[in-house]
């Protein structure tokens, strides 16, 4: 970061003293060009969250940057404002990182300096990317060499203005789905969810929000294998997305134009050799360098290898070459008779190559073979030569010669990643599997992949899930191709499988973290028997995952399993039994049975304490979570102090930046908030947030938990306008990381929904409530709390909307499953217990017959009907509007008031609907008569009031008096000033108003 903001500071102080005169917004343009022209810069700012986050808004932390960054630039400054310098740059990177965080950064590499002698294929190319969405670049003999890759290399440089972007995507041991999700996942919010569908339909979505807003986008799916690769689901299918296909298979049957790629001719490949060694040397011994050619079989690879051969061993004239390679020939020929001639002399080519290194330098070559297909990161492969006994001097100078050689070529400048060709590094695999080295090489990488493995936590930060990343594909090669290497698999052989598996989890990536639980528990029953220890972990590795995704069914179920063979295996006193027993405790109060929850979280901490000390991570962790049981039954007294005790074991064994104290301050703030004890939860919900976005990054599950527990917060401050944007981005975080079927997103479905009920947005809150209580059923059952709660709310709903009948029902419903799973003390059962008396004293208030019945109009002229019922003090203005046909007619709006005293009264409740719920046949007929659905702001709100003036003026009343809750100017910021319009006028609050948190008090006096 340091280095970042001050390449930044030292670009836009050049600019300030080159345009002294320029206004802010040129500056603030220059700078923005400057930054775009160096790439590489462009893509360290999209790169780096902690940039990010303080641009969106944190101007003392930017500052503070900015201030290091000048320190640190080496220019003269006497004529650069610093603030300027700092507002300048800080808009321009605004701009941009507005633009940049949803792209996805280009990832294809420059191509060779030496390609020649495809000019046509380049054209073709092109030609038929313009007629249609893709093309294949296949091998007219299926072989490699030919020059496939670098051909879609070179068509990406030279066609690079065509596109917007270009992505490249190795396929050669990963599917297109997977390649896919893993290169988006970073970039993409994704507001479908697709964690809980296929790879294939998540892939298809991550295709369709890939698109910028115009031009088209370069896709090559590099070295694809076989058609299964790339199925249709996972494939683009936009126009604007261009594929260029590159494979071995001549038959690929994927309806894409193809483009066969023969050998190069004679002439092209002299072209080559000319290129790399000079002109005068080939053309000096021209003869022999066309018989050299053919015994290459004019394959890209093999005359490229020969000229960096030559051009290292610049005294050797092609005579002695064509020895060389004649005599390496013969010995391949012995050795693999079957092999095609023009393998043998790329072989052959490699062989000269590597009859030239020292062997030293042979050494690292076989340990490459090793590697993965992918790019490799060279620290790792000198960690796992030091394993291997390869000397640091070995390594250094197998660097330099392989390089050299062309076996192995950087990728980026400081040469931290090297890629290396597939025929190469089967050539170095081969050489391995004959050397006396083969075991011990072997045993090197296996141990130190296994030992890397193990050091991945269950919660990564980003920085080491960044470090991680470089591991995982050598560490999937090892789990499917070398776990017969494995020394100790009664140790060791799981790790091959959790290690993958913890680093997607830990990510919220569950559909790639199943895979290699799946072939983890696969594994470990073929190779250590059913009734292996490891078998059990397997089982409840995969029950946490399921419990993750909230699978809670298919989880107890693995759980309990897990369990049965852990009581067996070790007996009730081991700390892996007490961890099913702690996974199959929060099992239970996730789906609501909280007894059964609470007894054996007791028994959890209890046996935790006995085994592993009273200080311990796991001892921390279960009192949270029974913590966590307590204050989801309301027994808030009991949880405090648990919390607090969890938080503090956190810190004296964990320290303060570690992903469980962000989880004890997100749970000890809930509490507060349960509470109502706002002002200490914010501040504990603010420091959550930030802990777990620097640990964690911006897209990890606790990050939605966190957005939709602040929301709650200001939700219950009415803070509406602050609730809900967080709400909307909890909703669509767990969308994207948990699938559209979990109960967290039914929650914040509920919870969003509640928030536009208490703005009046009774339209939109409807169909959420309505979603989430069908969610919440299918996932944790027609009894669980939390579709209890669901139930209340839509009950809430229907009351405010006055459709009262609709409303009792599923209170009582509420009322029931709450006071069975919850018992009839818990605050939210005495809550939903309140609202069903509250509607049932209303029902009897309004039980009253009409005195009469006054027409009035609202501003269309539509004529509605004002029905005036009076009952012992009650007063209630009831408004319809008539459809004309036969028992239809819509309540459209009431005033409810209370008289007080024979000259006082009290205006209770105003209220006119803005989402009219009719009959089908009601609907229909409103539809052809357009008949609104809101009647808000048409007038009779006013017409109605005045009628009501006039009445209760000729029954004596000479006050009229109410208050204003937020809620209510939430629902209408102007209805102050409405009460004014109608000759009320504001009043002082009273003490007891004050403390009910009004807003305004109302009079109007009559004559």
Same mark, same amino acid.
């Given at each position: 970061m340091s280095d970042l903001i001050t390449e930044l500071c030292q670009l836009t102080a050049e600019i300030l003293q080159e345009h002294p005169h320029a206004d802010a917004a040129r500056l603030v343009g220059l700078v923005k060009q400057g930054i775009v022209a160096n790439s590489q810069l462009g893509q360290a700012i999209q790169g780096d969250r902690q940039l990010i986050q303080i641009n969106e808004g944190n101007a003392k932390g930017f500052q503070t940057l900015v201030t290091g960054g000048i320190a640190n630039i080496g220019i003269h400054l006497n004529d650069v404002n610093r603030e300027t310098l700092q507002e300048v740059l800080q808009e321009a990177l605004g701009d941009l990182l507005k633009s940049l965080q949803k792209q996805i950064p280009s990832n294809v590499r420059q191509g060779s300096k030496n390609f020649v002698g495809r000019e046509e294929e380049l054209v073709d190319i092109h030609a038929k990317l313009q007629e249609g969405q893709g093309v294949i670049v296949c091998a007219v003999e299926g072989m490699g060499g030919v020059g496939k890759t670098e051909l879609a290399l070179q068509y990406a440089t030279r066609y690079q203005q065509e596109y917007v972007a270009r992505y490249w995507l190795s396929l050669r041991e990963m599917g297109l789905a997977?390649?896919?999700?893993?290169?988006?996942?970073?970039?993409l919010d994704l507001p479908e969810a697709m964690q809980s569908a296929s790879l294939d339909e998540q892939a298809a979505w991550c295709w369709q929000n890939w698109l910028p807003e115009s031009g088209k986008l370069l896709v090559i799916l590099d070295d694809v294998p076989k058609a299964e690769s790339i199925p249709d689901l996972a494939m683009p299918i936009d126009p604007r997305v261009r594929v260029l296909v590159t494979t071995r298979e001549r038959e690929l049957n994927v309806g894409f134009e193809s483009v066969p790629l023969d050998v190069l001719s004679e002439e092209k490949a002299l072209e080559l050799l000319r290129k790399i060694v000079g002109a005068a040397k080939v053309d000096k011994e021209l003869v022999t360098v066309k018989e050299i050619c053919k015994t290459l079989g004019y394959l890209p690879l093999g005359i490229e290898l020969v000229g960096e051969y030559l051009s290292k061993n610049r005294f050797l004239t092609f005579a002695k070459l064509q020895e060389r390679l004649t005599l390496a020939d013969d010995s391949i020929a012995r050795e693999r008779k079957n092999k095609l001639y023009g393998y043998r002399g790329v072989e052959a080519a490699i062989q000269l190559s590597w009859d030239d290194i020292s062997t030293g330098s042979k050494r690292v070559a076989m340990l490459l073979g090793l590697f993965a297909p992918v790019v490799v990161f060279w620290e790792l492969v000198a960690g796992i030569g030091v394993s291997a006994e390869i000397t640091e001097d070995e390594l250094n100078e197998a660097r330099g010669q392989l390089d050299s050689l062309h076996?192995?070529?950087?990728?980026?400048?400081?040469?931290?990643?090297?890629?290396?060709?597939?025929?190469?590094?089967?050539?170095?695999?081969?050489?391995?599997?004959?050397?006396?080295?083969?075991?011990?090489?072997?045993?090197?990488?296996?141990?130190?992949?296994?030992?890397?493995?193990?050091?991945?936590?269950?919660?990564?930060?980003?920085?080491?899930?960044?470090?991680?990343?470089?591991?995982?594909?050598?560490?999937?090669?090892?789990?499917? $191709?070398? @776990? +017969? =290497?494995?020394?100790?698999?009664?140790?060791?052989? *799981?790790?091959?499988?959790?290690?993958?598996?913890?680093?997607?989890?830990?990510?919220?990536?569950?559909?790639?973290?199943?895979?290699?639980?799946?072939?983890?528990?696969?594994?470990t029953q073929e190779l250590l028997g059913e009734r292996h220890p490891d078998v059990a972990t397997s089982i409840n590795n995969l029950a946490d995952l399921y419990s993750s995704q909230g699978r809670y069914a298919e989880a107890e179920k693995l759980t309990q399993e897990s369990l049965q063979m852990r009581q067996e295996i070790f007996g009730g006193n081991h700390p892996d039994t007490v961890n099913s027993f702690h996974l199959l405790a929060y099992l239970y109060k996730a789906q609501g049975k909280y007894g059964e929850a609470e007894s054996i979280y007791l028994q959890v901490i209890k046996k935790y304490? $006995?085994? @592993? +000390? =009273?200080?311990?991570?796991?001892?921390?962790?279960? *009192?949270?979570?029974?913590?966590?049981?307590?204050?989801?039954?309301?027994?808030?007294?009991?949880?405090?102090?648990?919390?607090?005790?969890?938080?503090?074991?956190?810190?004296?064994?964990?320290?303060?930046?570690?992903?469980?104290?962000?989880?004890?301050?997100?749970?000890?703030?809930?509490?507060?908030?349960s509470q109502g004890r706002y002002a200490e939860a914010e501040p504990l919900f603010q420091e959550a947030i930030q802990l777990m976005r620097e640990l964690l990054g911006d897209r990890h599950p606790d990050i939605a938990y966190s957005f939709n527990n602040l929301a709650e917060l200001y939700r219950s401050q009415g803070r509406y306008a602050e609730a809900e944007p967080l709400y909307q981005e909890a909703i669509q975080l767990m969308r994207?990381?948990?699938?559209?079927?979990?109960?967290?997103?039914?929650?914040?479905?509920?919870?969003l929904a509640e928030l536009y009920r208490l703005q009046g947005r009774y339209e939109e809150a409807e169909p959420l409530f309505i979603q989430a209580l069908s969610l919440s059923q299918e996932l944790l059952g027609e009894r669980h709390p939390s579709v209890a709660s669901s139930i209340n709310n839509l009950a809430g709903l229907y009351d405010s909307q006055g459709r009262h009948g609709e409303a009792e029902p599923l209170y009582v419903k509420a009322l029931e499953i709450m006071e069975v799973s919850l018992g009839v003390e818990h605050p939210n059962t005495k809550t939903v217990r309140n609202n069903l008396q509250s509607l049932r004293d209303l029902q009897n208030q309004m039980n009253m017959t009409p005195k009469g019945i006054v027409t009035i109009y609202d501003r269309q002229g539509r004529d509605c009907q004002i029905e005036v019922n009076e009952h012992e003090s009650i007063l209630s203005l009831k408004v319809y509007r008539s459809l004309d046909c036969v028992g239809l007619r819509d309540m459209v709006g009431h005033i409810?008031?209370?008289?007080?005293?024979?000259?006082?009264?009290?205006?209770?409740?105003i209220h006119f609907a803005d989402n009219i719920a009719r009959s089908p046949l009601g609907r229909i007929y409103a539809f052809f008569h357009k008949e609104p659905k809101c009647y808000q702001r048409l007038g009779l709100g006013t017409a109605t009031l005045e009628f009501l003036i006039k009445y209760v003026k000729e029954k004596g009343i000479k006050k009229i008096h109410g208050s204003i809750t937020q809620?209510?100017?939430?629902?209408?910021?102007?209805?102050?000033?409405?009460y004014r319009d109608n000759g009320f006028t504001v009043e002082a609050l009273t003490a007891e108003e004050i403390e009910k948190d009004r807003k305004a008090r109302i009079c109007l006096y009559l004559p």
């Open positions: 997977q390649a896919v999700v893993t290169m988006a996942s970073p970039y076996l192995i070529q950087p990728i980026d400048e400081e040469c931290n990643f090297y890629k290396i060709h597939t025929l190469v590094r089967e050539f170095f695999r081969a050489k391995l599997l004959k050397a006396e080295e083969n075991h011990q090489f072997r045993q090197a990488f296996v141990n130190r992949l296994l030992a890397l493995a193990k050091e991945i936590p269950e919660t990564p930060t980003i920085d080491l899930i960044a470090i991680v990343a470089l591991v995982i594909p050598h560490l999937d090669i090892l789990s499917r $191709e070398m @776990l +017969g =290497d494995i020394l100790n698999p009664e140790e060791d052989l *799981i790790w091959a499988f959790t290690g993958i598996a913890c680093f997607y989890k830990a990510q919220g990536f569950y559909a790639l973290a199943e895979e290699p639980y799946q072939r983890c528990l696969k594994a304490k $006995e085994l @592993l +000390g =009273d200080r311990h991570p796991s001892v921390a962790t279960s *009192i949270n979570n029974l913590a966590d049981l307590y204050s989801s039954q309301g027994r808030y007294a009991e949880a405090e102090p648990l919390c607090q005790e969890a938080m503090q074991l956190r810190r004296e064994l964990l320290g303060n930046r570690h992903p469980d104290i962000a989880n004890s301050f997100n749970n000890l703030a809930e509490l507060y908030n994207e990381l948990l699938g559209d079927r979990h109960p967290s997103v039914a929650t914040s479905f509920n919870n409810d008031c209370v008289f007080e005293s024979p000259n006082e009264m009290l205006l209770a409740d809620d209510d100017l939430n629902a209408n910021p102007k209805l102050i000033k409405w």
